[in-house]
């Protein structure tokens, strides 16, 4: 198993990094909130998690052993795979997760994509007894870092992808529509979709 990566980022993509790990670059999948902390030359270090599938082995990376923990205990719950666990660690942090199935909070599961109504029972039901309790912070505190802090993530991600702070500024408010509808309709603003609709945005700018 390969427990971390370190050294200087290579590269950045919306959905993953390039790391040099002794002269080889290291392809690394992250959420938007990982990718946010990383620069393109800064020295970096992972928590890593690899999948291995019969045509391919693809590393999964995160901020802390916290997340990867996390992200390896979503999959025991049947109908859960690598894809749908970084899903939902894009939209909760580990804390807000934990928190979300210790109180059955099934619209917080619905909030990912590709998790409905009957899957979000099915696995409040499988985590309760895997991912345990949260191990700080009330429900003020998940909501303000998931959901009111949905602009400072999708600007920290745009920064770390080269963009300057004037260009992350305006992709952010071209998207304040699309995460204000969400919001009003009892929903969270999901980063990834944003950060997508974000990269259009930038990418007709020029």
């Avoid at 025991?76 to 928190?99: E, F, K, N, W």
């Avoid at 199935?101 to 409040?124: M, R, Y």
């Avoid at 071209?174 to 919001?183: D, F, G, H, M, R």
Wanted: hydrophobic share 50%; aromatic share 2%.
């Amino acid at each position: 198993m390969i427990a971390f990566v370190s050294g200087p980022v290579a590269a950045l993509a919306p959905d993953a990094a390039v790391v040099e790990v002794g002269g080889v670059g290291m392809a690394v999948q992250c959420t938007p909130n990982t990718l946010s902390g990383l620069r393109v030359g800064a020295q970096a270090k992972l928590a890593t998690s690899l999948v291995v599938r019969e045509d391919s082995l693809t590393l999964y990376g995160f901020a802390d052993d916290d997340e990867r923990q996390t992200f390896e205990l979503l999959q025991t719950a049947s109908g859960v795979g690598p894809r749908l666990a970084q899903a939902m660690l894009a939209v909760h942090a580990p804390d807000a997760l934990r928190l979300a199935v210790s109180t059955g909070d099934e619209k917080a599961l619905t909030a990912v994509p590709g998790i409905g109504k009957k899957g979000a029972q099915k696995l409040l039901l499988e985590l309760k007894d895997r991912l345990g309790a949260p191990l700080g912070g009330g429900r003020a505190a998940v909501a303000s870092a998931v959901t009111a802090g949905w602009r400072d993530q999708l600007q920290a991600a745009l920064i770390g992808l080269g963009y300057a702070t004037r260009e992350a500024d305006e992709a952010v408010a071209a998207v304040s529509p699309q995460a204000e509808a969400a919001a009003a309709a009892g929903g969270q603003p999901q980063v990834p979709q944003l950060l997508k609709a974000a990269l259009q945005t930038l990418n007709r700018a020029r």
